[in-house]
């Protein structure tokens, strides 16, 4: 059974920081690709970064683009998001989710139909 389960998420003031944790268990994932997406009330859930477990690559939404890094930590199986530079539109709630597909163009990891296991989410709220 597939875990994923988020943390690191709060409140803080524009500009500030926050690192998202995202703990990973009940299989191996060295043949997956990572991601973390955001929703916000109202709005679709969108896609914010990615990584694959084996190799490294990361691949980034615009909007957070030279803000927010994604990286992971083998020997713990966990995956971080560290947001940087954090703007009141950065307010959602982040979603860790895991994608067993290997596709070569990472674009394909922006889309959430290619995922196959969610975290239950975690709340960032930034405010003025």
């Known amino acids: 059974q597939v875990q994923l389960v988020e943390s690191g998420g709060g409140l803080v003031q524009t500009g500030g920081s926050l690192r998202l944790s995202c703990a990973a268990g009940g299989r191996t994932f060295s043949s997956y690709t990572m991601g973390w997406f955001r929703q916000a009330p109202g709005k679709e859930r969108e896609f914010v970064a990615a990584?694959?477990?084996?190799?490294?690559?990361?691949y980034y939404g615009d909007s957070v683009k030279g803000r927010f890094t994604i990286s992971r930590d083998n020997a713990k199986i966990t995956v971080y998001l560290q947001m940087n530079s954090l703007k009141l539109e950065d307010t959602a709630v982040y979603y860790c989710?895991?994608?067993?597909?290997?596709?070569?163009?990472?674009?394909?990891?922006?889309?959430?139909?290619?995922?196959?296991?969610w975290g239950q989410g975690t709340q960032v709220t930034v405010s003025a």
């Open positions: 990584i694959r477990w084996s190799g490294g690559d990361t």
């Open positions: 989710a895991a994608s067993s597909r290997f596709y070569y163009s990472g674009i394909n990891y922006f889309d959430r139909y290619r995922y196959d296991y």
